[in-house]
């Protein structure tokens, strides 16, 4: 049984940063794809970045390129998310995501909630 569980989220002002991560149990985060998406009030779940089981390649949304990094620490057994240069437009609930094939995802997290205010 796979179980991912977040944390790292709260409250922020526009232009912090947070981090989130997400500590896999049951199998390890390299042996998995894995992935970040969001949802935000009143829309569908969106995608956010994803990392794939060799690490070597990864993928963000148009919304977050160049203010979110994706990263996994293989000691941990965690994936984690840098988010800088926080907007409001990035307030949701943000899920961890993994599965054996890079965009079929399994196994999710209960989501942490991000709170950007202006």
């Known amino acids: 049984q796979v179980q991912l569980v977040e944390s790292g989220g709260g409250s922020v002002q526009a232009g912090g940063s947070l981090r989130l991560s997400c500590e896999a149990s049951?199998?390890?985060?390299?042996?998995?794809?894995m992935g970040w998406f969001r949802q935000r009030a009143g829309k569908e779940r969106e995608f956010v970045a994803a990392?794939?089981?060799?690490?070597?390649?990864?993928d963000y949304a148009d919304s977050v390129k160049g203010r979110f990094t994706i990263s996994r620490d293989n000691v941990k057994n965690t994936v984690n998310l840098q988010m800088n240069s926080l907007k409001p437009e990035d307030t949701a609930v943000y899920y961890c995501?993994?599965?054996?094939?890079?965009?079929?995802?399994?196994?999710w997290g209960q989501g942490t909630q991000v709170t950007v205010s202006s």
């Open positions: 049951g199998r390890t985060v390299s042996s998995l794809a």
């Open positions: 990392i794939t089981r060799s690490g070597l390649s990864k």
């Open positions: 995501a993994g599965g054996s094939n890079y965009g079929q995802y399994n196994y």
